[in-house]
């Protein structure tokens, strides 16, 4: 390239006039005729390795592959599957939230001291165990004065009673006034009142030292301890002895969009019993199985979600309460469609489609329509038959037309049934893989 510039130099030195400057003048515009040509010469080799590279690349996804050459490129390895008629399930995820059916907070419903704790922390109780004892003794005087006042009252009554029969009688005989006898019977009437009160006295002394046994409302693990024995303890106490939080059976509260709604209650209204998996926060351990119970009578509109109850018998106690779970509802289940495994499921410029693979190893390129998706299992609606073998893996370099080839050694993917592709429903045809020649 050096010689070409000098050469060049030279001829321009040879025609130059005898009136231009000296040969040394001319230094900067060599330089730059120098500059030019390396540059020149660096935009064509970026431009054929932009080429080559442009050439060379995989396609986008949901594109056809440049690379791919189906008229005389090598056969494309790819991993097939084969599309199988089965079972799928439809069903609902959520997020829920364990709730108890019953949390109660144990208080006292009388004041007094705190005698005796009977229960210990953490423990399973039954509903009438015994958990604490207040001081009886204050409730038990108070029945005590009660009780003497219903006597008192009670010999005044008698008394009053039988001077109103003498009076009766001296009445008939003119003997005293009317007013008399009226104002005597009055008189037994309020007593009467006053027995009553005091009838209701004893009965309120009488549920006060009932109260001072406290025993457990529900059945559940009672929690820590909020007080401790020796102390004064109030009515107005909010924190309570303790608190006993059912554990058997357990619910789960969740959620799922309105749009969801009419599915799940077109099988409730049928009288079919929707079960449901709870599975922990990673949703990867299954931690108990239920039945859906109800659903809540109302939209929230701010969200445009429903509530739902589901129960656990938890029996193992799995489930704690307030802990995070996905809920996983099996509302229906599909039977005998067509499924492919979801790897096969491409998206692009055709919309959702996938890979066929024809009988000559060919591929073509089928538009689907899908229905609901199982886990690794999607629904076809249309575009493919029970049979059809679809690419699930080197889609990458596929187009319209090319030959693609399941490696020898390379056990092809598994069919939407879960078995080996050629294993579907039990019929034990095996399908061979053969390297393909290029044409």
């Not at 799928?88 to 995820?93: H, K, R, Y």
């Not at 109103?164 to 008189?187: C, E, M, N, P, W």
């Not at 889609?395 to 050694?409: F, I, N």
């Amino acid at each position: 390239m050096d010689e070409l510039v000098g050469r060049h130099d030279a001829e321009v030195g040879r025609t130059t006039s005898p009136e231009q400057p000296p040969p040394s003048a001319p230094v900067q515009p060599r330089r730059r005729r120098r500059w030019l040509v390396w540059l020149v010469v660096l935009l064509l080799l970026a431009g054929g390795g932009w080429l080559a590279w442009r050439e060379l690349a995989p396609a986008p996804s949901g594109a056809p592959g440049r690379g791919a050459r189906g008229d005389g490129g090598p056969p494309q390895p790819v991993g097939i599957a084969t599309a199988a008629t089965g079972d799928i399930q439809v069903i609902l995820n959520a997020l829920g939230t364990v709730t108890p059916l019953a949390t109660v907070t144990v208080k006292t419903q009388i004041n007094g001291q705190l005698q005796q704790i009977a229960f210990t922390e953490g423990q399973m109780v039954h509903k009438g165990d015994f958990l604490a004892q207040i001081d009886p003794r204050p409730y038990q005087a108070a029945l005590e004065q009660d009780e003497g006042q219903l006597a008192h009252d009670q010999a005044l009554l008698k008394q009053a009673q039988a001077d109103l029969v003498r009076y009766q009688t001296l009445v008939k005989q003119d003997s005293i006034a009317r007013q008399q006898a009226d104002d005597q019977a009055f008189l037994v009437q309020q007593y009467q009142g006053s027995i009553r009160s005091d009838q209701a006295q004893i009965d309120t002394q009488k549920l006060n030292l009932v109260y001072c046994h406290i025993i457990a409302p529900v059945d559940g693990r009672v929690g820590l301890r909020q007080v401790d024995q020796g102390n004064y303890v109030q009515t107005s106490d909010t924190n309570g002895i303790v608190v006993i939080t059912q554990l058997q059976p357990m619910s789960v509260l969740f959620t799922l969009a309105e749009d969801d709604l009419p599915a799940v209650q077109k099988q409730m209204r049928a009288g079919a019993s929707l079960s449901v998996a709870a599975y922990d926060r990673a949703n990867v351990t299954l931690l108990a199985n239920g039945q859906l119970a109800t659903t809540d009578n109302q939209i929230d509109t701010t969200t445009g979600t429903v509530k739902l109850r589901a129960l656990f018998p938890n029996d193992d106690e799995a489930l704690f309460p307030n802990q995070f779970v996905n809920a996983r509802l099996l509302v229906n289940t599909l039977h005998n469609v067509v499924t492919v495994p979801s790897a096969a499921i491409q998206r692009g410029a055709p919309g959702t489609f996938a890979y066929v693979v024809g009988a000559d190893n060919t591929v073509s390129v089928k538009v689907l329509k899908l229905g609901v998706t199982d886990g690794d299992r999607v629904q076809v609606v249309a575009g493919l038959a029970a049979g059809d073998r679809v690419v699930t893996d080197g889609t990458d370099r596929l187009r319209e037309g090319t030959k693609v080839s399941v490696q020898a050694g390379k056990p092809a993917a598994a069919d939407a049934s879960g078995q080996p592709a050629g294993h579907r429903h039990g019929q034990g045809q095996q399908q061979q893989s053969q390297p393909q020649t290029s044409p």
